[in-house]
């Protein structure tokens, strides 16, 4: 993995020490939305040398320790795994799921290289409103044939921004899917504690929740943390406390699936990142500390258990956006409690807005808030 600046003698000297000069080799490619405007660039050179290029961008990168929000992350393959980049997902008369799935087959057919079992990594638009019930569909049609991770990708406003991208498109409200070879299978963890209080969501509406227990949502969600940390939730102080103190929908297997609330409607209807299914079980978490419950100590022991040695190794990472605006300063340190743990010689990636997997191997996936998502990098 090579960090490089996005002009055109940074990206033609990387391109040339990076790749050989055989037919199919290709790049991933992580940028911030700071330099958007720079793709361009790097999609040019790609073209001119033939090279495959799939990638996304995210509101930073991260570099070792840091949040950056310059440069690009080159990830090479000598030869580039299947993928495919699907736009306006929900806009289509075909149904997204479908479309997903007859892509993957496709890919499948063609064979993996490696061993293992190959990894789906999916990254979504994050303005995409049904994530989760895509997870579904998918896992229904491919069970386990492959396993699942991914990311979303978009700009931290939230607002709509192109965000994937391949050689000669970059496109929104989609998904770049790649089928990596299974050794590259990545690892979550988000270190949250499931209390024993539980609630009903009992009317929802995609990421909307109308009501818990029968009464507006918002007066149970301030209630709630009235009673437990003895904080007068308002409309006014909303945004500044629902990050540190978000929703989990707790699964029959024992998991919990974070949902961070992000907006606050008139009629006290809360909205999330990600769906929350019509009466699920749902919790009122407290985001974690740094390092907190054992997080970053679990995630290098299963790091270790599915990659081997991390000892001067390359690991890939995806922080979550609302897992960093709960820490702040810590989490920078909290990447380098992962560095230390893992003996990594470099830890790459991107924060982004909402993750999928599964915190068990070879688990039902996810959509999840607040998590780290990482694998092993191992190179060309």
């Keep these: 993995m090579r960090h490089i600046e996005l002009d055109a003698v940074s990206i033609g000297q990387a391109l040339s020490g990076l790749l050989p000069e055989a037919a199919g080799a290709g790049l991933v490619a992580l940028l911030p939305e700071a330099e958007r405007d720079r793709l361009p660039l790097l999609q040019a050179a790609c073209r001119e040398r033939s090279i495959a290029l799939a990638g996304a961008i995210f509101p930073a990168l991260i570099d070792q320790e840091s949040f950056i929000t310059h440069g690009a992350w080159l990830l090479p393959f000598d030869r580039m795994p299947s993928f495919f980049l699907l736009d306006g997902l929900n806009d289509d008369e075909r149904p997204a799921v479908e479309r997903i799935v007859a892509e993957v087959r496709a890919a499948l057919a063609q064979g993996s290289s490696g061993k293992a079992k190959p990894t789906l990594f999916m990254l979504f638009d994050s303005m995409l409103?049904?994530?989760?019930?895509?997870?579904?569909?998918?896992?229904?049609?491919?069970?386990?044939?492959?396993?699942?991770?991914?990311?979303?990708?978009?700009?931290?406003?939230?607002?709509?921004?192109?965000?994937?991208?391949?050689?000669?498109?970059?496109?929104?409200?989609?998904?770049?899917?790649?089928?990596?070879?299974?050794?590259?299978?990545?690892?979550?963890?988000?270190?949250?504690?499931?209390?024993?209080?539980?609630?009903?969501?009992?009317?929802?509406?995609?990421?909307?929740?109308?009501?818990?227990?029968?009464?507006?949502?918002?007066?149970?969600?301030?209630?709630?943390?009235?009673?437990?940390?003895?904080?007068?939730?308002?409309?006014?102080?909303?945004?500044?406390?629902?990050?540190?103190?978000?929703?989990?929908?707790?699964?029959?297997?024992?998991?919990?699936?974070?949902?961070?609330?992000?907006?606050?409607?008139?009629?006290?209807?809360?909205?999330?990142?990600?769906?929350?299914?019509?009466?699920?079980?749902?919790?009122?978490?407290?985001?974690?500390?740094?390092?907190?419950?054992?997080?970053?100590?679990?995630?290098?022991?299963?790091?270790?258990?599915?990659?081997?040695?991390?000892?001067?190794?390359?690991?890939?990472?995806?922080?979550?956006?609302?897992?960093?605006?709960?820490?702040?300063?810590d989490a920078e340190g909290e990447l380098a409690d992962l560095r230390a743990a893992t003996g990594a010689a470099q830890v790459a990636g991107a924060l982004s807005l909402g993750e999928v997997g599964s915190t068990s191997r070879w688990g039902y996936p996810m959509f999840h808030n607040a998590t780290l998502v990482c694998t092993v990098w191992q190179g060309p």
């Design 129 to 329: 409103p049904n994530i989760a019930s895509m997870l579904d569909g998918i896992y229904l049609e491919l069970s386990n044939r492959v396993d699942y991770a991914g990311v979303n990708a978009g700009s931290e406003s939230f607002q709509p921004m192109p965000c994937l991208f391949d050689e000669s498109r970059v496109v929104g409200n989609g998904l770049l899917g790649l089928l990596l070879p299974g050794e590259l299978a990545p690892v979550l963890e988000h270190g949250f504690v499931q209390p024993e209080q539980a609630m009903s969501a009992t009317s929802t509406e995609g990421n909307r929740i109308a009501m818990i227990d029968w009464q507006p949502a918002f007066d149970v969600y301030r209630q709630v943390i009235r009673d437990a940390y003895g904080i007068d939730l308002t409309r006014d102080n909303f945004y500044q406390h629902a990050v540190h103190f978000p929703f989990g929908i707790l699964r029959a297997n024992g998991d919990v699936v974070v949902r961070i609330p992000v907006a606050l409607a008139e009629d006290g209807s809360l909205f999330c990142v990600g769906e929350v299914p019509e009466n699920a079980v749902l919790v009122l978490l407290k985001a974690p500390g740094r390092s907190a419950n054992g997080c970053i100590q679990r995630l290098s022991d299963n790091l270790r258990s599915v990659g081997g040695s991390l000892r001067d190794g390359q690991l890939l990472t995806f922080y979550c956006a609302g897992r960093r605006m709960h820490l702040g300063a």
